[in-house]
């Protein structure tokens, strides 16, 4: 666990989070997102794989070299 991870994730928002939970809204927030087709890219860490589980229908993740 005390392995850096390299890997980065460019992150997508293709839905709206209208009709969603208050958990999924707060989730899109902290990723940075926030409207349809919003990208953000974020190191890899098992703190985003959880985050990026509770929208996942929500975002597309795509792995991105430096």
Known sequence: MSETSNKKLKITQYRSI?????KQKATIKCLGLGRPNYSRV???NP?????LRVVQ????????SE
Not at 47 to 51: A, E, N, S, T, Y
Not at 57 to 64: D, F
Request: overall charge negative; glycine content about 10%.
């Open 18 to 22: 209208i009709g969603c939970s208050k």
């Open 57 to 64: 229908h929500l975002v597309k993740v795509e792995e991105v």
């Open 47 to 51: 703190l985003l794989q959880g985050q």
């Open 42 to 44: 974020l190191n890899d």
